[in-house]
């Protein structure tokens, strides 16, 4: 999770992604998390009774968007398997720094200025929550919810969508649900009973 504006000692406050007076976010609910925030996820593979771990990861922009992320799997210390199209791949950052093109009724202005965050049409709360689940994606289910809606707020809702997809083509959309697995990669370690090391960048070349 990225988190920023924080102020020292020990992140007492955050613009974006705050859980809380602390550092160490790990025991907190992340619903309650101060949003928008761009979301990596890893699920590393037990190396216990397998011989071969096997970790996933994916970038999620259910939670928003707040800064760029990439991850990548550290050369020499997994398994090639270069037929799978996912497998150890680095998860790319977005095309641009989205706060600058964010559509307007989604940013997040500091002092009604500076643009810290973008958020989804769920994390805005534009819809009733039978349409956006607890983990905010939009539940494919209501899909003709949507139809029923004035023509602002589905061209809105379109509009966001296809923002995100166009410019995080690798992430995980908040519309992708239904195809959320698609968007994971998959990687294990090059020796037995080993994970791979990964890279994790936060903020790319077009962000402070």
């Not at 996933?56 to 990439?70: C, E, K, M, Q, T």
Request: with cysteine; charged share 25%.
């Amino acid at each position: 999770m990225a988190r920023t504006g924080c102020h020292e000692p020990n992140a007492t406050s955050c613009n974006t992604g705050f859980c809380g007076p602390s550092i160490d976010c790990t025991m907190k609910k992340i619903s309650e998390f101060k949003k928008p925030f761009t979301t990596a996820e890893f699920q590393l593979g037990s190396t216990g009774s397998h011989i071969y771990t096997l970790d996933r990861y994916a970038v999620h922009l259910n939670n928003g968007y707040n800064r760029d992320i990439s991850i990548k799997p550290t050369s020499g210390t997994f398994t090639k398997k270069d037929e799978i199209s996912n497998w150890c791949k680095e998860i790319e950052m977005c095309k641009e720094n989205l706060l600058y093109p964010c559509p307007d009724k989604m940013r997040v202005r500091l002092n009604n200025y500076d643009t810290i965050g973008c958020h989804t049409s769920c994390t805005k709360k534009m819809y009733s929550k039978r349409v956006c689940d607890t983990n905010g994606y939009l539940d494919p289910s209501y899909a003709s919810f949507f139809e029923n809606q004035e023509d602002e707020e589905k061209r809105i809702h379109s509009d966001v969508l296809s923002f995100y997809a166009d410019k995080c083509p690798h992430y995980v959309n908040y519309g992708d649900k239904s195809s959320e697995e698609s968007k994971y990669y998959f990687c294990t370690g090059k020796n037995e009973n080993t994970n791979a090391d990964y890279q994790v960048t936060i903020c790319g070349e077009n962000q402070p």
